[in-house]
T-cell receptor, first 112, second 112 residues
Framework: SQELEQSPQSLIVQEGKNLTINCTSSKTLYGLYWYKQKYGEGLIFLMMLQKGGEEKSHEKITAKLDEKKQQSSLHITASQPSHAGIYLCGADPSGSARQLTFGSGTQLTVLP | SQTIHQWPATLVQPVGSPLSLECTVEGTSNPNLYWYRQAAGRGLQLLFYSVGIGQISSEVPQNLSASRPQDRQFILSSKKLLLSDSGFYLC???????????FGSGTQLSVL
């Protein structure tokens, strides 16, 4: 089965600083998803990457998928307290788009 | 527009009691439906998914079960709860061709 490993497990940064979260898959990724979760709430879709080398941005968040499609990074520029939460990467293990598996998440705290 | 409803938001149950969590989706037909569990400080674990009425796939053997009595209704049940069943349960849906997985707001279950 496909496993996703996220690093770091937790991250504390000062407001205004840049940060990067990584997601590594044990198998080739057919699709890599990034979600954000506020504590005790549902997940909010951020972006999805499919092609090797693909990069997408939304506001101050940029996600990349490496050429080999086994690693993705999420980069936040000039972090704000509103960026705080748990970031989870999810993968489509079979390419059937019928189910996703998720990493263990990265807890991000942004200090004002 | 599509919406997903999940209830209750919080639940405290004694060990050995039954469980029924309900999830309904509006604004779409024949969605793929999912139940995930998130233990404290950990990632999402896929419990069940369904691609149609009466069709349930179980990912993790345990004392939980799922049913899909109607196209847009997904129910998570247990006859006798265990302490280890405590966690945050999330229902989600997606279409077969869509990239996005949409999540409900979750149910925080505490088994005492």
């Amino acid at each position: 089965s496909q496993e996703l490993e996220q690093s770091p497990q937790s991250l504390i940064v000062q407001e205004g600083k840049n940060l990067t979260i990584n997601c590594t898959s044990s198998k080739t990724l057919y699709g890599l998803y990034w979600y954000k979760q506020k504590y005790g709430e549902g997940l909010i879709f951020l972006m999805m990457l499919q092609k090797g080398g693909e990069e997408k941005s939304h506001e101050k968040i940029t996600a990349k998928l490496d050429e080999k499609k086994q690693q993705s990074s999420l980069h936040i520029t000039a972090s704000q307290p509103s960026h705080a939460g748990i970031y989870l990467c999810g993968a489509d293990p079979s390419g059937s788009a019928r189910q996703l598996t998720f990493g263990s998440g990265t807890q991000l705290t942004v200090l004002p | 527009s599509q919406t997903i409803h999940q209830w209750p938001a919080t639940l405290v149950q004694p060990v050995g009691s039954p469980l029924s969590l309900e999830c309904t989706v509006e604004g779409t037909s024949n969605p793929n439906l999912y139940w995930y569990r998130q233990a404290a400080g950990r990632g999402l674990q896929l419990l069940f998914y369904s691609v149609g009425i009466g069709q349930i796939s179980s990912e993790v053997p345990q004392n939980l079960s799922a049913s899909r009595p109607q196209d847009r209704q997904f129910i998570l049940s247990s006859k006798k709860l265990l302490l280890s069943d405590s966690g945050f349960y999330l229902c989600a849906w997606k279409t077969d061709w869509s990239e996005k997985l949409f999540f409900g707001s979750g149910t925080q279950l505490s088994v005492l």
